[in-house]
């Protein structure tokens, strides 16, 4: 009896380890997952992040994402962001952020020998954003390309991200930017209670402004330092296909957003 309990314990133990949502989009800030989405299959990610600099600045940013599995191990996808910027010594501002092209492929498909993934992603950032409001740092008026590598490792019931990427930025008129090396450490725990995962994250990148640019001014104090925030999470599986997610997140240097606020949904399709 003790046996037959045991192989009962391992079965749904194995089942809910392979049917369980493995992207890590939704709810972290910067880190994504070494899995791409199937192929032939497609995922819709839209989410509400509201981020409060004290007392003297506020944005939001309402982000739709959809991603295509082209192919076995590559995935492409779509990102739009609408952001709303609001200041108390400055009018408010609104308008389409950057969008952004991304392309991801798998190298190493993680197994239960050897449960880690590994992948390369390409993003390429279109200036879609009008520069001259300032709605966010990566708003200056030029494209950017951006090069990351992707590690995720699963063990029941803990899945972990390690993100490590590089962007050129492209430099505005009269105006010398720094390019941008991000890193975020991030994980998802699966809970006793149905459906419901714990997640985390650690995000940070170098500063794109120089200490001696007037534009970091525009964006929030203290942005000649470098960003790094930290975040925890819950996440609901409806189904397989659907997901929500809360989270809430803390600036942990003065370029970094006091705290932070997201709601989002996913969609697999």
Known sequence: ??????LGVLILAQFLFQSRPAFALLPYLASETAVPVERGKSRLDVSLLDE???RTLSSMALTTELSYGLINNLDFSVEAPYRF???QEAPDEDGLGDLKLKA???FIKGREANPVSIAGQLTVKF???NSNKALSPDCTGEPDVGVRAIASKEFFPVTLHLNLGYVFVGN???TTLNDVFNYSLAFDYLTVADHL???GELAGETNRYPKSSTLSSRLAPGTSANPLSALVGLLYDMDVDKVLSLAWSHGLTKASPH???SVGFRYLF
């Open 1 to 6: 009896m003790a046996s037959r309990i045991v």
């Open 52 to 54: 409060r600099w004290k």
């Open 85 to 87: 910027r609001l200041a």
């Open 104 to 106: 991801k492929i798998r």
């Open 127 to 129: 200036p879609s954003c």
């Open 172 to 174: 505005p008129a009269n």
């Open 197 to 199: 995962r714990v997640a």
């Open 259 to 261: 705290y932070g606020l």
